[in-house]
């Protein structure tokens, strides 16, 4: 086709455009091609100055992070401004539509004002900073960061009055002193979004799973899994007044979120101890044996690498071992929170994890190391298309293999358990640890963004964020808090993916969607019985239908993705339910009819153990000793 018109660019800038959009599919190429060219390079510059800063948080370095991530954002809105002369709604060539349409969107988070753009950066730079280098002390000589400190007090101690003063210490030195730095990033960051014709960053972000339905979606999946949650809720809030005394417990049925072996009560796998269904089966916490057998962080993640080259996928290269940080160094502060990293020049990928010696460490690593196996296999795709297929595809493919590694079959083969028993009460054992993890999770993964969604979009001013939260946490969560909160505080912000500005649906629609492709995968491996015994470990069948899903990336709509691995185009919670029947079953039988708790949060005076001991003064009591400090200051 003729060209009408003529575009002239000089290092990716339009210098003239002399009449209408361009139709000339060849040219568009051309500028794709130099685009891709040049975008592998600005976010190689830019995600080495972040990984130099998440290794090593000092000021000059977060200086040129943020100045990498300016010239980054200038970038890719030059990309998209320049990509819209292109007439490219009306190409022929469907892959290059789908490009466009990518390239055209690229700088929708990017403020067209390079003055509030920079501080953009700044606050969100100040934000991780808060959170990466907070300490509660809880005496002179004992101050602890989150990790690996504070979350090992978290996994480890039942002392109800230590878990209480570290719960509120961290939210007192991290959450607490982002609130107005959050109001300002919320305000900027709509700013730029509606800039590029979204309602809110929240809409922004859920355009990113191209689904109209996606919150109807959403609501259906959780009210369908919400029995399985009401009743392990149910069965772990009895085990913990057994353990605590009831008297600990507020009335209206939530437990106190201090109390559930995490600092942000979203995995309870540490309270197994307590929670155990059969007291006397073998353990499967193969934490003792990993000491035992001196692992290190290295030899984890060299299992973890493993497992994927027996199913014929691609392994760890050499600059994944030496550039990768896979335990806290002791000589400087870092991000401890765990990421895998890919810096765009498909040679250079990386974790960054301060791991710890145990079973939920290695699980994390079969997590991250799922990341990396992603972009190894998408690495040839257009940097556009360098993504999952939606963002919680991403999440699920370390979880997926990790369905596979706790099993108790496979942690035999690899030598970390002997002599499994397989039996109905080692069944409910292994299945109770799962729920732990996977089960306890959703209400969490579902509503840290139905808070941020109602932040972005102006239905929860500053003066409500703490309220909001804990009236989510209340109704969904059945957790409630365990000391007064008010708007002086801001507790979303002691989770990380907060003021890192992650969104966290992912996480919820990759618990559900891991169990579909667990199930796809185990079918492929021509594995029987029951979906939670099931170990694709060693069978190149199951690894090559993944491994095909992954080398897409993004190129096709997701739902077109997950037919190829599980023959449905839609997320569902089958597979899920199926594999944790039996222990639905189990404790349903245990619990009867004591579930479920109140929508609204208890009231201030009842769930304050701090103060526990003013509750019972009574108020002449406190009247007395107001009148009597009176007299002694007028006297």
Not at 28 to 34: K, N, P
Not at 573 to 583: G, H, I, K, R, S
Request: hydrophobic share 40%; charged share 25%; net charge negative.
């Amino acid at each position: 086709m003729e060209m009408k018109c003529v575009l002239v660019f000089v290092l990716l800038t339009t210098t003239s455009i002399l009449c209408d959009l361009i139709t000339d599919e060849e040219a568009a190429r051309q500028f794709f091609e130099d685009v891709n060219t040049k975008s592998e390079e600005v976010n190689f510059r830019y995600v080495s100055a972040a990984w130099t800063y998440n290794t090593n948080i000092t000021q000059e370095n977060q200086e040129a992070m943020v100045a990498e991530s300016l010239r980054l954002a200038e970038f890719d809105q030059e990309v998209a401004h320049n990509a819209s002369q292109f007439y490219w709604s009306n190409f022929t060539d469907t892959n290059l539509r789908r490009i466009f349409s990518r390239l055209v969107d690229i700088g929708t988070a990017a403020m067209p004002d390079t003055a509030k753009l920079e501080r953009l950066n700044q606050i969100q730079s100040e934000m991780r900073t808060i959170y990466s280098t907070g300490q509660v002390c809880l005496s002179e000589s004992e101050c602890l960061p989150l990790d690996p400190d504070l979350t090992r007090l978290f996994a480890e101690s039942r002392d109800y009055d230590r878990l209480l003063a570290a719960w509120q210490g961290w939210r007192d030195v991290s959450g607490k002193k982002m609130k107005d730095l959050y109001e300002e990033f919320v305000a900027l960051s709509n700013e730029a979004i509606v800039a590029n014709g979204y309602e809110d960053t929240g809409a922004y972000w859920r355009s990113w799973y191209d689904t109209p339905t996606f919150e109807e979606d959403l609501v259906d999946l959780f009210e369908t899994l919400k029995p399985l949650y009401v009743n392990l809720h149910a069965y772990t809030r009895n085990k913990l007044k057994e353990f605590y005394g009831a008297d600990k417990f507020p009335s209206t049925g939530q437990i106190p979120a201090h109390l559930l072996g995490n600092m942000w009560a979203q995995t309870w796998n540490n309270l197994y101890d307590v929670l155990e269904p059969y007291k006397n089966k073998d353990s499967i916490d193969v934490t003792p044996e990993m000491i035992r057998q001196n692992f290190t962080a290295v030899k984890m993640f060299e299992v973890s690498d493993e497992f994927f080259e027996s199913l014929g996928m691609i392994k760890m290269p050499d600059r994944f071992w030496n550039y990768s940080m896979l335990s806290k160094p002791e000589d400087r502060d870092v991000v401890c929170h765990a990421s895998a990293w890919d810096f765009y020049n498909r040679q250079d990928f990386r974790v960054k994890q301060c791991t710890e010696i145990n079973m939920e460490d290695l699980i994390t690593v079969h997590h991250e190391m799922g990341h990396i196996e992603y972009y190894l296999q998408y690495k040839d795709q257009p940097v556009v298309f360098r993504g999952g297929a939606n963002p919680g595809f991403h999440e699920a493919v370390g979880d997926v293999i990790s369905l596979s590694v706790q099993t108790p079959k496979h942690l035999e083969k690899i030598d970390l358990i002997q002599n499994v028993t397989n039996d109905n009460e080692a069944d409910i054992n292994f299945l109770m640890r799962m729920a732990l993890q996977k089960i306890a999770f959703l209400p969490f993964g579902y509503l840290i963004d139905q808070w941020r969604w109602s932040v972005f979009s102006g239905e929860t001013p500053k003066d409500k964020y703490n309220e909001k939260w804990w009236d989510l946490r209340c109704k969904y969560q059945g957790v409630s808090p365990p000391v007064t909160r008010t708007e002086e505080d801001f507790d979303p912000a002691s989770k990380f993916h907060i003021p890192n500005n992650t969104p966290y649906i992912r996480y919820f629609v990759s618990f559900v969607i891991q169990f579909q492709f667990h199930k796809a995968l185990c079918n492929a491996a021509s594995q029987t019985g029951p979906l939670h015994q099931c170990d694709i470990y060693q069978n190149q069948q199951a690894g090559q239908l993944l491994s095909e899903m992954l080398k897409l990336g993004s190129s096709l709509p997701w739902p077109e993705a997950m037919v190829m691995v599980s023959g449905e185009d839609k997320m569902n919670a089958t597979a899920l339910m199926e594999y944790f029947q039996p222990l639905t079953d189990w404790l349903q039988e245990q619990n009867g009819d004591d579930i479920g708790w109140e929508d609204a949060c208890p009231a201030a005076d009842t769930k304050d153990p701090s103060s526990s001991n003013m509750n019972f003064i009574s108020l002449p009591l406190i009247m007395a000793a107001v009148l009597y400090s009176l007299l002694k200051i007028r006297n």
